[in-house]
């Protein structure tokens, strides 16, 4: 593993699911950030967490939860999917709140 | 609110110069950030100014006036690989990152 990965690459999910997206980094980060992108809005932040073992809310942090057991780990779960959480998800982590973000490939969730 | 402000699409010619402008109103500031993202990738980082003035790197320069809530990237030289959305991201003082939607500049041969 190099940088930051997450898995799946895309995933189609019937409305009313449960799914993790998982997220792994190894650049032994302390900052890790879960982002969603949608058609003609900015990316906006979903959850953080500044430290292994802390986590903080973001932006629209509704219907999602994330934990960060360790260090390079921090999958995020959508509970129970609806159609409006259809987006392409991204990861990243930065070496503390300072510096910049480093992102993964992104997940492409289509709700159903 | 906090709100960032970028065009939404640009068109240039490759081998000319483009600035891409960034306006911003956050809830305090401690820096800005520039990105590129090419078609489904992921954002990659181009710069950082937390400082009034111009940071150079390369082809990229990014400025920025604080007291104006204002930053532009200038790419020098275009190459078609330049073709991408630049995002433009300030952070505010819970040392979050506000997001702009993006520029999508398109550049032509």
Redesign the interface.
């Known amino acids: 593993i190099a940088g930051i990965t997450q898995a799946p690459t895309s995933q189609i999910l019937a409305a009313g699911r449960r799914m993790t997206l998982r997220c792994t980094q190894d650049m032994r980060h302390n900052a890790m950030y879960w ?1 969603r992108q949608d058609l ?6 979903i959850h ?1 967490s500044n430290t292994a073992g802390t986590t903080g809310k ?1 932006e629209v942090p509704d219907g999602y939860s994330v934990s960060r057991a360790n260090t390079d780990d921090f999958p995020l779960t959508l509970a129970s999917a609806v159609p409006s959480q259809t987006s392409v998800y ?1 990861c990243a982590s930065s070496e503390n ?2 510096t ?7 997940t492409r969730l289509t709700v159903v | 609110g906090q709100n960032i402000d970028q065009p939404t699409e640009m068109t240039a010619t490759e081998g000319a110069i483009v600035q891409i402008n960034c306006t911003y109103q956050t809830s305090g500031f401690n820096g800005l950030f520039w990105y590129q993202q090419h078609a489904g990738e992921a954002p990659t980082f181009l710069s950082y100014n937390v400082l009034d003035g111009l940071e150079e790197k390369g082809r990229f320069s990014s400025f920025l006036s604080r007291s104006k809530g204002y930053s532009y990237l200038l790419l020098k030289e275009l190459q078609m690989k330049d073709s991408a959305s630049y995002l433009c991201a300030v952070r505010d003082s819970n040392y979050q990152l506000i997001w702009g939607a993006g520029t999508k500049l398109i550049i032509k041969p």
């Open positions: 982002y003609g809005l900015g990316l906006r932040l953080y973001g991204f709140s300072n910049e973000a480093f992102f993964g490939q992104g």
